[in-house]
């Protein structure tokens, strides 16, 4: 398993480096040449500035069982397609239940926007959002480790009696 991160306009890089670390896993920052990326104890991959460029590159790495940070909803949806576990920056798992459901609603305010629907700012950021996102992530990766453990103990079960 490797922690992804959409580093680009991510508030919270250093929370998932701490939280990968404790686990002993990868973390990989991507990010565009606009958005530069260097934090001890992740590795960051730079690509061409460009729509979607970030988000194309951060799928085509990704894996099944991999966590992917993002804020993206489209990038979301790829990354559940490939049976990635996106999360947000708020501690919210994105899953198949609920991307249609955002992706829509990404497209109505974009409609909206087009016509000239002014929306409120988005609030600073609270130290309760990112306690949400460190608790969300921890728990995500505790829970994928000891399914990797589970079948391990399975696999091992199915040698022995064969």
């Known amino acids: 398993m490797i922690v992804f991160v959409d580093a680009d306009g991510c508030p919270v890089i250093d929370i998932t ?5 404790k ?13 530069h990326f260097e934090r001890v104890g992740a590795k960051t991959i730079i ?20 966590v992917v940070i993002t804020q993206d909803y489209g990038l979301a949806a790829m990354c559940l397609a490939k049976r990635a576990i996106p999360v947000d920056q708020n501690g919210r798992i994105f899953n198949d239940e609920n991307i249609n459901g955002l992706l829509y609603q990404r497209d109505v305010a974009k409609r909206a926007r087009m016509m000239g629907k ?3 700012k988005i609030p600073k950021r609270s130290l309760e ?11 995500v990766i505790s829970k994928r480790i000891k399914l990797i453990h589970e079948m391990r103990e399975e696999e091992q079960i199915i040698k022995i009696t064969d």
């Open 17 to 21: 480096i701490q939280i990968a670390r």
């Open 23 to 35: 686990f002993g896993k990868e973390c990989i920052l991507v990010c565009d040449t606009s958005h």
């Open 47 to 66: 690509v061409a500035k460009g729509t979607d460029s970030v988000d194309f590159k951060l799928v085509n790495m990704v894996s099944s069982g991999d």
């Open 118 to 120: 002014k929306f409120k």
């Open 129 to 139: 959002q990112d306690r949400a996102f460190e608790n969300t992530l921890i728990a």
